[in-house]
């Protein structure tokens, strides 16, 4: 490099500045091509303003001020031209480094990510979809795995392995009309609870590696999983019999659950302050779902549950020599089995929760879900011991897996569907106030518990079975511990643990109540404890007479079903007997066609339909009748619905005053006074997307905003 020989500034301090500071800087305004002299006088330049790699990225010319890009950029040299090719040439220098020490990461729209494969399969899934990528070694910082080419020969000679890191990339969708807003929240919120996962750093829960920011895109990334999924493994097997291996390593790795979940149910963090108040820092970023009732144990205040435990969620790691060797059979190597798609998690905190606010919203799969998820059980909300009944269906699961193969698994699901839409593992009973484990689970338990060879003298299979019956397929929840929310006295779901004194409860109360987490692990470690014997791994008994349960002639519909059947009748409708619906399937049972609770509606929009009702009955169909015009207040005259993130908040005594003069406001405060809405001294109305909602842990509809047809069509920011 050459330097004017009244310059100031020596060869070596340039050089030293660039190497130290500003070696991308460097290169890309070398890749401008401005020419030599140029090219020194920017340098100078920009050691003089000290812009430098930290500086990078800079904004677009094209939008950014003025101002930022002249304190920088000499206007002679740097025209408008050569500005923008800076900042595009920029990009290239700007790809990141996945570290193990960072989690966040916010980047621009035009960033390249280092992916130096992608795999066209694509999982997707209701609210994201999931694909396979290799990353460039120079851009992570975590463990290395040697990866097969897909061109390499299986033979040691002509084996070529990239040194490349394999990653799952779960891309978040944008949902409900378009709903940025919506999404971003969304994102925000299972980034920080898998954040908070993370420190639980257990070996059977997957780790989320990366929450990434991308211009209007929003990823998470996770170790792949070369094993798939449970549900995979299972599936790759449709006929066996018992494998002393296969029990052995299943009994652990699902020991190996029951102690992550015990973690994440045991979650400790950071301590709720005084007076009700969040500290600062973590927990305030945690208050997720608060209409999710959480009930804690007396010492723990913060628990976070799954909420979506289920065969496709539980992921299988092999290790390198089992995954890349071809002759070892996967189908007999169950690996590292991990909790994963903690999307659905909820921290619980305490001081964030009404116990009179239950839930009605689904957000697990349907054949996992618990009881309390469609009932409310005695006035019972959902706690972590929803995981444990979605546990005891896996197990129950595996043993059948374990015990006859996945086509019988498959079997069992359609004798559970019956006539039904879906398969849960419980029914509603017939006065629609409580639930029972279903009859095809009870008769497919009986069944193995009676006829299965494994089962006829002291096993695992049989340890496991009674642990499934006894403790985890149980509908009824611990009602007598005191809740300890906001010192009021309340129904508990967490049962008692094994050993503790239960005189402080019902003498008289006979009940099995569904364990705990920590129940399950002690179960698991007393079998795990016994798997030294071989005789009680696998008893060796002959199995040539073994048959599956026969589909009895009721077809499984529950009692309420079966009569629902013969008298269904509503004036005026015909009901042909195979359109009845199945209360095993979780809707409200007072009726075929009783709607869902308020709460639980959802309001899409859905323009499309509208308009094809309007094409059959004409737009005068769908015009106001009412004669009389509303009485508004000023307040209300004055609103408009489609500002950017509309929301209202009143006093409510306030509230009360103005219903009294404003039909608007009546409205609002007839939704305010319905059981179950979240009281306080103020009430707080905000626009979700085409419908108005009063805010709380019960997020009740007030109206729904709709146009006239052919007129302009707002789009919320």
């Not at 460097?26 to 030599?36: N, R």
């Not at 099995?512 to 920590?518: E, F, I, L, S």
């Not at 007479?545 to 589909?551: A, Q, S, Y």
Request: hydrophobic share 35%; net charge neutral.
């Amino acid at each position: 490099m050459r330097l004017d020989n009244d310059s100031t500034v020596t060869q070596e301090q340039i050089v030293d500045w660039v190497y130290g500071e500003a070696r991308n800087v460097f290169a890309i305004t070398v890749q401008c091509d401005i020419g030599l002299d140029n090219t020194l006088e920017s340098i100078k330049s920009f050691q003089k303003s000290k812009f430098n790699n930290a500086s990078l990225p800079i904004d677009n010319p094209r939008t950014a001020s003025l101002q930022e890009w002249s304190q920088h950029f000499c206007d002679k040299v740097w025209t408008p031209p050569r500005r923008y090719r800076f900042w595009e040439n920029q990009w290239t220098f700007l790809t990141p480094v996945f570290a193990t020490d960072k989690y966040n990461y916010n980047l621009s729209s035009e960033c390249i990510l280092p992916f130096i494969w992608k795999d066209e399969t694509v999982k997707e899934g209701a609210f994201s979809c999931v694909y396979k990528v290799r990353i460039h070694p120079a851009h992570q910082k975590h463990e290395l795995k040697e990866v097969r080419a897909p061109w390499s020969s299986s033979s040691q000679s002509s084996c070529l392995c990239l040194h490349t890191w394999q990653v799952a990339i779960k891309e978040i969708r944008v949902n409900r009309g378009e709903d940025k807003a919506g999404t971003e929240r969304e994102w925000e919120r299972e980034a920080r609870a898998l954040d908070d996962i993370n420190g639980l750093n257990h070996e059977h829960i997957i780790k989320c590696i990366a929450a990434v920011r991308m211009g209007n895109n929003r990823y998470f990334m996770f170790p792949w999983a070369n094993g798939g999924s449970l549900r995979d493994f299972w599936e790759a097997t449709p006929e066996q019999t018992p494998n002393a291996d296969i029990i052995r390593q299943a009994i652990m790795q699902f020991r190996g659950l029951a102690d992550a979940l015990y973690h994440l149910h045991n979650f400790e963090g950071e301590a709720i302050a005084q007076d009700g108040e969040v500290p600062t820092g973590k927990i305030t970023d945690v208050k997720v779902q608060v209409e999710e009732a959480a009930v804690m144990d007396e010492a723990s205040n913060q628990s976070i549950r799954h909420g979506d435990l289920k065969p496709e969620n539980i992921l299988r790691f092999l290790s390198d020599q089992t995954s890349m060797d071809p002759s070892m059979d996967k189908r007999t190597h169950l690996g590292v089995l991990k909790l994963a798609d903690m999307g659905l998690a909820k921290r619980h905190v305490v001081a964030t929760q009404d116990r009179n606010c239950l839930t009605s919203t689904r957000y697990g799969t349907i054949r996992y879900e618990a009881p309390e998820a469609v009932i409310a059980l005695k006035g019972q909300g959902r706690s972590r011991l929803y995981d444990i009944w979605s546990m005891g269906c896996i197990t129950l699961e595996l043993i059948i897996w374990i015990l006859y193969g996945n086509k019988a698994l498959d079997g069992f699901y359609k004798q559970l569907k019956g006539d039904s839409q879906e398969t849960q593992f419980f029914e509603i009973q017939e006065d629609g106030t409580g639930a029972k484990v279903h009859r095809v689970v009870r008769q497919w338990m009986d069944h193995i518990q009676k006829t299965d060879p494994e089962c006829a003298q002291d096993s695992a299979i049989r340890d496991l079975l009674e642990l499934v019956r006894t403790k985890l397929l149980i509908v009824d929840l611990s009602p007598h511990r005191p809740s300890l929310l906001k010192g009021k006295p309340g129904p508990d779901l967490v049962p008692p643990d094994e050993g503790e004194d239960k005189s402080n409860h019902r003498a008289t109360d006979k009940k099995n109540y569904r364990a705990t987490a920590k129940s399950f692990l002690e179960s698991l470690d007393a079998i795990q404890s016994k798997l030294r014997d071989e005789n009680y791994v696998l008893t060796g008994k002959e199995r040539q007479n073994v048959r599956l349960p026969v589909k009895a002639s009721s077809s499984f519909l529950s009692e309420s079903d079966a009569r629902r059947r013969k008298k269904t009748s509503i004036p005026g409708i015909q009901v042909p007997p195979e359109h009845t619906a199945n209360v095993s399937i979780g809707r409200t049972v007072r009726a075929d066609y009783t709607l869902p609770p308020l709460e639980a509606w959802e309001f899409p929009v859905d323009n499309t339909f509208a308009n094809e009702v309007l094409a059959q009955l004409g737009r005068q169909a769908m015009q106001p009748r009412l004669s009389v015009s509303a009485t508004l207040c000023d307040r209300c005259k004055n609103l408009n619905f489609w500002t950017g993130g509309f929301a209202m908040e009143y006093r409510v005594l306030d509230l009360q005053e103005r219903s009294k003069i404003c039909d608007f406001c009546r409205m609002l405060w007839g939704v305010y006074t319905k059981p179950g809405a979240t009281k306080g001294s103020n009430v707080r109305f905000e626009r979700i997307e085409s419908t108005l909602r009063l805010s709380g842990s019960q997020s009740l509809p007030v109206l729904s905003i709709f146009r006239s047809p052919g007129k302009w069509e707002p789009h919320a920011p």
